[in-house]
């Protein structure tokens, strides 16, 4: 539930607000669904990871990864692969992050 | 404790937040730069092409339709000069806006603004060159003729109307790279890019290294060693042509020279490879009996490419070239009834001049017998980071002081004399933009001399030929009137004397039109025979590639596009055809081992050509470059000397073999020219074998030298290593390490004119788009493409991809 909320809403957000609109989504629907602090972690973690991956593969198929390949050049990294895994690794930790204080908040309200 | 957990977890999560925003040392903040929304992903263009938009814009007076082509090189017809322009500036700067960015803030003295303080040296020596002053001194006599007033403010608005309807998303990658944003356009901006070309081409002077010289040496080795003119000539005016003139009476010289200089100089030596060439070939000549023009500008590659080719029409002007992004007009192109191009010309348009300071407070300075006022200018440097630097330049009647003392001149700019002030003829109020406005709707000969005159820098060798089967040449700019050598050395700023006495009248600027041998040409050296009678310069560029032009030119019948296509390709080496058999006749085959034997025959068998896969090239470039160096890095033994040219080296060798220069002043023993081209050679030779292994394979031209482009940021992955390529300074295809041809462009004139050309590069300025290098296969091969020249904007063609009407609002 958690999970399919932050996707959802992270991924019709990602098109018009800046990055950090992922970490307010996760952060308010861990308040209004938060479980258990994994729970609501993973959830924000692999709702925002998803996004992310989504988000920038829908920009670079059709490029034929050319930019990602350049850009991957730049950082030193070995294959544009790696660049989209930190980029939605970044994105994951941000709204797994922002999901469990969602949840902590929660947690702390319902007292 | 929960409380205290929740609290752990908020705090954490908005320093996460926060680190992730924030820009730390030279890196992009990171989720700004990688988040798929506003990061650089966005900037990954797609490859499919959206075949037709319609966009309103505001300011545009009538509808203006843009065509692409497969390279997506727009194709412009406005109804008007006002919408040409303004149609100009949107389309340059939606292909290329942070090109044209980084490059107006770097000639501004702008960068530390947004790099921070290691960016200030950079900057102010801009602004204590003069480079604001003179661009704010050309905006205002720009803007008096109105038809610049209407071009430059409608391509200023064209620029405006792209850059506010961009969301941060649609920023250049460089921007996100670089955490800045994009600034509205300005007027200044276009003039700016002129004298940045003006620092490029007319930028430098040898003047410091050569008082140096005088200094050590005096005045008959001086002369000896740096000859106004060189033992090989090819002018580029036909040698014999007579001038239509009576010539103004030139200055008197100034009674004493300077011979010492306040603080040590460094000598920057010009780049071999920076020229470029340029020729025409008449009717009687060609296959077609219509002239065909041919021009490749030489310049450092760099990514985004340095052109933007594109088509230009509306009542009045159809015209076909490349532009600078930044500026309006074609540069380099043509139109219905002519063509033309450049090579530069190297005039001596920068002196300095020292200054003689009543006191440290440089408020008054020597000039005519008596004390006179300088000016300070304040130039305000904004510092990212930092507190703005305010920086106070003086100013006398010749121009900016570029800095006082050695204390106040960075290492980075020790080729630059102190005390010193700069007379630059890039200060001067100049409309060099007219002259391409005038060129691109030009008919025939006389609009093009008319077109001409305008022009002040810098200097240029203007090639041209017209469907009425004229070819022209004018070495063409506005040359201070000057006594002889006037700059060759420091100059005394306070004798009179030693100011500019005026101008050479652009109508007697050299220039030859229909001469008898059917073709005109033009590789940077010298303008004239010694007949001439003003002086533009002591020394030019060397005389190699302009004798291949003329000797092929010569002797070429039926010339055909292809001709001139394989010209400048061309490899062959005059300086290697000079020089070699000499050089060979002195060595002493008994006394070389296995590897040296195996080079000579190598070099005795070469074809004199620099083509990549050529080893005799490798070793005659290291031979002579060795030979060179032990001539001279004896005596002129540390970096604040100008040495002598490859011509007097020449000379030397082919004439004066028992010169005294061949000794090496650092052994008991005196070496003979026999002995420097032996040991010369052995040494190169045994440095390939330890760099290279035998001699092989490794030792191939084209992977010895290297070829590359850079990003304009140096960025890694964002230009293109290790290219293959034949070429070097001293031939036609003069490509080396980065320097090279970026235009290659043949017109074939007739009563349908047909242009060709490439450049290294694409027309996107996007590392993420596939028209940022889409051309650079076919530059690296030597192929010309067939230039897309639509006389409507109705007219159809399959190279035809897109279409993209502008309304005005």
């Known amino acids: 539930m958690l999970f399919i909320l932050i996707f959802v809403l992270t991924l019709i957000a990602g098109f018009i607000t800046p990055w950090w609109a992922a970490a307010i989504i996760a952060f308010i629907m861990a308040v209004y669904a938060g479980k258990k602090p994994a729970q609501a972690f993973w959830s924000g973690f692999g709702a925002v990871f998803m996004v992310w991956t989504i988000l920038a593969l829908v920009k670079s198929v059709p490029n034929d990864h050319v930019l990602a390949g350049r850009v991957a050049v730049l950082f030193h990294l070995p294959h544009w692969i790696f660049l989209l895994l930190i980029t939605a690794l970044i994105g994951g930790l941000v709204g797994g992050m922002s999901a469990l204080s969602g949840f902590l908040v929660r947690r702390l309200l319902a007292k | ?809």
């Open chain 2, 1 to 809: 404790m929960k409380f205290f957990k929740a609290l752990l977890a908020v705090v954490a999560t908005l320093a996460l937040i926060w680190s992730l925003e924030t820009k730390f040392g030279d890196l992009p903040p990171i989720a700004v730069f990688l988040n798929p929304a506003t990061g650089f992903w966005q900037n990954a263009d797609s490859k499919h092409i959206i075949k037709k938009l319609d966009l309103k814009l505001k300011g545009l007076q009538r509808k203006v339709i843009i065509r692409y082509d497969e390279n997506r090189i727009p194709h412009i017809f406005a109804q008007n000069d006002h919408d040409l322009y303004f149609a100009q500036g949107y389309v340059t700067v939606a292909d290329r806006l942070w090109q044209m960015d980084i490059q107006t803030r770097s000639a501004a003295g702008r960068l530390a603004e947004i790099i921070g303080p290691k960016a200030l040296q950079a900057d102010e020596y801009h602004r204590r060159m003069g480079m604001v002053y003179g661009a704010e001194n050309s905006l205002r006599a720009i803007m008096k003729d109105e038809r610049m007033k209407v071009m430059i403010n409608a391509y200023t608005a064209g620029i405006n109307a792209y850059i506010r309807q961009l969301w941060k998303r649609d920023y250049p990658i460089e921007f996100k790279l670089l955490d800045y944003e994009p600034e509205d356009w300005k007027p200044i901006n276009c003039v700016l890019l002129m004298k940045l070309m003006d620092e490029t081409l007319a930028g430098h002077s040898d003047a410091a290294a050569m008082t140096n010289v005088l200094h050590k040496f005096g005045p008959n080795v001086t002369n000896d060693l740096f000859p106004d003119r060189t033992m090989h000539e090819e002018p580029i005016i036909p040698a014999g042509t007579k001038w239509d003139f009576k010539a103004l009476p030139l200055p008197k010289p100034a009674a004493d020279l300077i011979a010492s200089m306040a603080a040590p100089v460094r000598h920057k030596a010009k780049v071999e490879g920076i020229g470029s060439n340029n020729w025409v070939i008449a009717g009687k000549k060609t296959v077609s009996g219509y002239p065909i023009l041919a021009n490749d500008p030489h310049l450092n590659l760099t990514f985004p490419s340095i052109w933007y080719q594109m088509q230009l029409s509306a009542p009045g002007i159809n015209t076909y070239g490349v532009t600078i992004p930044g500026a309006p007009c074609v540069v380099i192109g043509y139109n219905n009834h002519i063509s033309w191009g450049e090579t530069n010309v190297d005039a001596d348009v920068l002196d300095f001049y020292r200054i003689k300071f009543k006191d440290d407070s440089h408020n008054t300075y020597w000039y005519n017998n008596q004390w006179h006022k300088t000016i300070k200018r304040i130039e305000h440097i904004a510092v990212r980071g930092q507190a703005p630097v305010n920086d106070t330049v003086i100013y006398t009647h010749q121009g900016p002081v570029a800095y006082e003392n050695a204390a106040k001149r960075p290492k980075a700019y020790n080729d630059i004399p102190v005390g010193s002030a700069v007379r630059w003829i890039a200060h001067d109020q100049t409309d060099d933009l007219l002259t391409f406005y005038l060129l691109n709707r030009a008919n025939n000969y006389d609009d093009y001399r008319k077109a001409l005159s305008y022009y002040t820098a810098p200097a240029q060798n203007f090639i041209f030929a017209s469907a009425d089967k004229d070819i022209a040449m004018t070495v063409n700019g506005r040359f201070p009137l000057k006594f002889k050598d006037q700059g060759k050395y420091i100059l005394d700023g306070s004798d009179p004397a030693n100011d500019w006495q005026g101008w050479v009248p652009a109508a007697q600027n050299p220039a030859a039109k229909n001469p008898a041998r059917g073709y005109l040409s033009s590789a940077n050296q010298s303008p004239t025979d010694a007949s001439y009678p003003y002086y533009i310069n002591w020394s030019f560029g060397p005389y190699e590639r302009g004798k291949r032009i003329n000797e092929r030119l010569a002797a070429m019948q039926n010339a055909t596009v292809d001709s001139m296509r394989a010209l400048q390709t061309d490899t062959y080496s005059i300086s290697a055809r000079d020089v070699l058999p000499t050089m060979i006749g002195y060595l002493d085959s008994g006394k070389l081992d296995k590897n040296q034997r195996q080079a000579l025959a190598i070099l005795t068998s070469w074809n004199k050509r620099f083509d990549a896969n050529e080893t005799g090239a490798t070793i005659f470039n290291a031979w002579w470059l060795k030979f060179y160096g032990m001539i001279w890095n004896d005596e002129f033994d540390n970096s604040s000397l100008m040495l002598p040219s490859r011509d007097r080296t020449e000379q030397l060798l082919l004439k004066e073999p028992g010169s005294k220069w061949f000794d090496n002043i650092r052994t008991p023993l005196n070496e003979t020219c026999a002995d420097i081209v032996n040991h010369s050679f052995i040494a190169s030779v045994n440095e390939l074998v330890h760099a290279h292994g035998k001699p092989g394979k490794n030792w191939r031209w084209g992977y010895v030298k290297l070829t590359y482009i850079n990003h304009l940021a140096n960025l890694p992955g964002f230009g293109a290593e290790n290219i293959i390529a034949g070429g070097t300074g001293s031939v036609i295809n003069a490509l080396v390490d980065q320097h090279g041809p970026s235009w290659r462009m043949v017109v074939q004139m007739g009563p349908k004119v047909q242009g060709y050309g490439i450049f290294p590069g694409g027309e996107s300025g996007n590392p993420g788009s596939i028209y940022y290098d889409d051309m650079l296969k076919t530059w690296e091969s030597g192929k010309l493409k067939p230039l897309l020249f639509l006389q409507s904007p109705a007219e159809k063609s399959e190279r035809i991809k897109s279409t993209l009407t502008l309304t005005g609002n």
